[in-house]
């Protein structure tokens, strides 16, 4: 037989675990404030959501670098900078950053807006398979950030004067703020929802 | 059937969709799982402590050795430049970008210190003993950041611009480059040997402990 703590009138620390009854306001172990579930998070979710999704057009249209090699300069996009990869040769660097960067990203941003949507429509169905694709979401997110740690490098490292120099562009900024947006975005979701709809119903 | 308060302190609620358990001892390197949606729920693992410990402190040593060593360094047509990790967030954030510099400054340098330094002081006092007054601070800070730790894909950031380099310039690792491997390795050994629920465990048996004697 299984019961949640929601219904058996209980409530669950979110920092340290401890079972309290739900009249508590504070934890008595850590002194946490004690929530059922995470505080406006579907509306916190889309509002991060709906941002990264709406920062992305520029990360993706605007220039992420600018070379400068004797007096000539290039810019590219991200799209660009992965093209570039694949026609030096360079084709598991490629894959490597079209999967964090273009891959990742769309995935996350579709992921947790079907989430949202199948929770507030209250859907009974494939409720495990959804708490894996959650699980699974807050794994890869984070290896969105490589192209930026790529740019932030490559801007300190060749500073070569007339050489070689590049330059940073706002393309690299938008897209370290989707990046950070979609982690918000999945923190502020509380997986817990997904299984409290077929509950209600039983 | 018998929900008096003193055993609420052996329920467990899943962290991912509420299902309530009875808590169990656990056998050496046992981990407890959701009976319904497969999260971890606790485990047990001896020596824990003193693992996590050793592996903190050989960490803080590699963390220094990463922000005072030079980091990476290129040569091409005579051109040469050396740079390192924290002098070069300096660089940016003064020449090219504050709000880039800002973010690696915090991934890259901040957190990585907040969290060795926050489980060093976790785990001293509970190598001592059961009491740790006051350290529960650090137990919520280090557990904030955790969804921010990007250490290891920063090294895969370190192969791409290899790559992107090897055809213009020679690229040389630097001693902090091989402390920024030593140091992922053992923060990721050291958070694999503890488990934050079982260290709040912890303090609760010997809050129940000092209860009872009073």
Known sequence: MISTALEEGLISCHACSLVANQEFRRCDRCGSILHKRKPTSLGSTWAYLLTAAGLYIPAMLLPVSTVNTLGLSETSTLMGSIISFAQSDAIPVAVVIFVASIVVPIFKILGLGYLLVSVQRGSK???????????????????????????ALLVSLVQLGVFASIEPGPGIIAFAGVVVLTIFASNAFDPRLIWDAPNDGE | ??????????????????????????KDSEAAHCVRCGAKLYSKRRNDIQQALALSLAGLVFFVMMVTFPFLGISSSGAERNIGLVKSIGELYLTQSPLLAILVGLLLVVFPLIKVLGLIAILIPLQISNRIPGTDIYFKLVERIAPWNMTEIYLVGVIVTFVKLTSIADVNYGIAFWAFIGFVVVMTAAMNAINFTSLWDRLEVGEINDFHEK
């Open chain 1, 125 to 151: 169905r494939g409720v495990l398979q959804r708490a894996k694709l959650y699980r699974f979401i807050e794994f890869v997110g984070r290896w969105s950030m490589v192209d930026v740690f790529v740019v």
């Open chain 2, 1 to 26: 059937m018998e929900t008096n308060p003193p055993t609420l302190a052996a329920l467990i609620a899943c962290p991912e969709c509420d299902v309530l358990h009875v808590r169990k001892v656990l």
